[in-house]
């Protein structure tokens, strides 16, 4: 082969009217997708105001409750590798090409395949032990090596492979920057190669994967496209290894705009898998969520209801009724309740749900995932005016934190400023105030006293100052909050605007 691989030396070793929750669909290994549902016929006084999501920088998003980890709830499912996004995958596999064809695989494309899988392995292994300088020295390595055979005319199927895995490398590690650089150089030498090519069609499954992951849907689509018409071309159209690149093009499509044609792709691998595999195949789970999420998205809820209660039936089939996978299967099912207004049925599977998983020991009581579920269980209890069932939740979140991360610990003031609002809503605004002190002090000692996320509890403080006719120390915190806003986002900006928002409305 044209290229060898670099390797290292061993080593040794958001008034509430909506119940938010956004699961992403992944691969069959992050099995139930992301969608955003509405509680229907139900209303309730607490006030909104911003919460930040620190996953995102200077991005903002409404919520009565937030979780004090990401806003986004990632139910693993543990599964095969079939990826509707980018996904680390363990192996560096690809559907089978021309070469698979052949009645003589060649032995040449085997060990290279190999020595990618290696290669990819390393890194992962590397970053996995906190060598993550080791990673990206080894992946420079490489790259500069493959860029010494494309600059002396080499523009094969190796140096695309070798730059793809490099691409793959950089993303586990998070350097995007690097990885748009080695995507162009790739798709510079994927353009000039002929679609018979072995490899070709991993290489440009894991192309459209990073470019939907950096938001590049417009590139994504293009190279979904070719790879799907090579499969097509191989194996015919109603092929299994379709499923990937479809349900990429079927996420792009739903994510700007075009809910038609993505309906119409989720529904065509599922009517490949169900012939392949058939009709309960845990591999269907994906495109059902999928399928489920964009409907719910679309308002179409009731429609979507179906499918997710077939993932239900595939969970218990595969697995039993007092599997984890299973209550995950049954907290989709209770978002789906609660998007059609079904709020106490929603509130019997959400119970039903985190028991199973915690008697399956399935999941860490302090997960995130773990932790999402009972922030929206109590909030729907709120919902509904069950909110004494709402708080005993938000105050188990608030325990768990404290007894995994220590009492002061930053991931505690969400769930103060959450009990916060409860006590609030119920008029017991003592309480609210004696937790949100708390929380401010917290935020205090551990961020800049001109830190933008201060300004949370120190508005909420503000709020619940003025409710108890405090009124002076009221109007100094929240402008406290206008200045630190204001330096932080500009004058004219929406977080700015804000603190002046309760004063208005009361």
């Known amino acids: 082969m044209a290229v060898s691989l670099l390797h290292h030396p061993p080593l040794s070793k958001q008034r509430i009217t909506q119940a938010i929750v956004d699961l992403n669909s992944r691969s069959l290994q992050r099995g139930i997708t992301c969608f955003s549902i509405c509680l229907q016929k139900q209303k309730c006084s607490i006030d909104l105001y911003m919460i930040p999501t620190t996953t995102v920088a200077r991005h903002w998003m409404l919520k009565t409750f937030a979780s004090a ?6 139910v693993e499912c543990q599964e095969n590798h079939i990826s509707s996004g980018f996904s680390t995958s363990n192996d560096f596999r690809r559907s089978k090409t021309v070469a698979d064809s052949s009645s003589k695989p060649s032995n040449g494309v085997n060990d290279f395949e190999r020595q990618l899988q290696e290669l990819f392995d390393e890194v992962k292994m590397m970053i996995k032990m906190g060598n993550k300088n080791d990673a990206m020295d080894l992946l420079q390595a490489n790259y500069e090596f493959v860029k010494e055979q494309i600059n002396a005319g080499s523009r094969g199927i190796e140096e695309a492979a070798t730059l793809d895995i490099i691409a793959l490398g950089y993303m586990v590690i998070g350097d995007l920057k690097s990885v748009g650089f080695i995507l162009n150089k790739l798709d510079e030498v994927v353009e000039g190669l002929k ?65 038609t044609k993505a309906i119409e792709v989720y529904q065509r691998v599922i009517s490949i ?21 964009l409907l719910i998205k679309e308002g179409r809820a009731t429609d979507a209801e179906s499918l997710f209660n ?67 269980l109590a909030e729907l209890l709120h919902v509904v005016g069950r909110g004494n069932e709402g708080r005993e939740l938000l105050e188990e979140c608030l325990l768990i934190t404290e007894k ?22 119920s008029k017991n605004y003592v309480q609210a105030e004696r937790l949100l002190r708390t929380s401010l002090e917290i935020m205090m ?19 619940t100052l003025y409710r108890l006719n405090q009124d002076e120390e009221a109007e100094q915190l929240a402008l406290e909050v206008l200045r630190i806003r204001e330096k932080a986002f500009g004058k004219d900006s929406l977080p700015v605007g804000k603190p002046s928002f309760p004063f208005i409305i009361i």
Not at 69 to 74: I, T
Not at 218 to 240: D, N, T
Not at 446 to 455: E, L, M, N, Q, Y
Request: proline share 3%; aromatic share 6%; net charge negative.
């Open 195 to 259: 679609d018979d090519e072995p490899l070709l069609d991993s290489v440009l499954i894991h192309m459209g994967s990073i470019y939907s992951a950096l938001g590049k849907f417009e590139k994504s689509m293009l190279v979904y496209q070719r790879v799907v018409a090579i499969l097509e071309r191989i194996h015919g159209k109603g092929s299994a290894f379709l499923v990937s690149p479809l349900l990429g093009m079927a996420k792009i499509l739903g994510s700007i705009g075009k809910a």
């Open 445 to 463: 000692k551990s961020v800049r006293p001109d830190d933008a996320s201060i300004t949370f509890p120190m508005l909420h403080l503000a709020v």
């Open 404 to 425: 995994y991360k220590g009492k002061d610990h930053p991931s505690s003031v969400t769930h103060l400023i959450n009990l916060a609002t409860s006590y609030s809503q």
């Open 69 to 74: 980890g990401s806003l986004n709830a990632e």
């Open 310 to 376: 077939r993932i239900l039936s595939i969970y218990k089939e595969s697995y039993g009724e007092y599997d984890g996978r299973f209550g995950m299967a049954l907290c989709s099912v209770a978002h789906v309740k609660c998007a059609t207004g079904n709020a106490e049925e929603a509130i019997n599977l959400y119970r039903k749900a985190l028991q199973v998983i915690k008697d399956a020991d399935y999941m860490a009581l302090d997960d995130s995932i773990m932790e999402r579920m009972r922030i929206d």
């Open 273 to 293: 898998l169900e012939s392949s595999r058939g009709a309960e195949s845990k591999d269907l789970i994906v495109p059902l969520s999928g399928l489920g999420n």
